[in-house]
Nanobody, 126 residues
Framework: QVQLVESGGGLVQAGGSMRLSCAAS????????MGWFRQAPGKERDFVAA????????IYADSVKGRFTISRDNAKNTVYLQMNSLKSEDTAVYYC???????????????????WGQGTQVTVSS
């Protein structure tokens, strides 16, 4: 069992940057692949990015590729999402998630993740 708590959301102007953090409880953080998803009002929860247990592999949605960077610090039990060149369409609640399986390639579907945080709101003003 792992508990996830996101932080770092808020209001930012278009073109700006923001870094989200997701802190995990427990001593087995480095056994989980981690992912970020987002959900805009009235829309499905969509995949944003994922990172392998060691951090050596990452994958991104096309809509954020080149603008967002996922990273992790296993010593701090934390995964990050650095978001640059933000657009109004990036406005959403952002969720981090943990996948306890050992599968490759990295999971990009919601059902592949076992644990979820409560989400943090990101609002990009145009």
């Amino acid at each position: 069992q792992v508990q996830l708590v996101e932080s770092g959301g808020g209001l930012v102007q278009a073109g700006g940057s923001m870094r989200l953090s997701c802190a995990a409880s427990g001593r087995t953080f480095n056994t989980y692949a981690m992912g970020w998803f987002r959900q805009a009002p009235g829309k499905e929860r969509d995949f944003v990015a994922a990172i392998s247990r060691s951090g050596d592999k990452t994958i991104y949605a096309d809509s954020v590729k080149g603008r967002f960077t996922i990273s992790r610090d296993n010593a701090k039990n934390t995964v990050y999402l650095q978001m640059n060149s933000l657009k109004s369409e990036d406005t959403a609640v952002y969720y981090c998630a943990a996948d306890r399986s050992l599968q490759l390639p990295l999971p990009t579907a919601k059902y592949e993740y076992d644990y979820w945080g409560q989400g943090t709101q990101v609002t990009v003003s145009s």
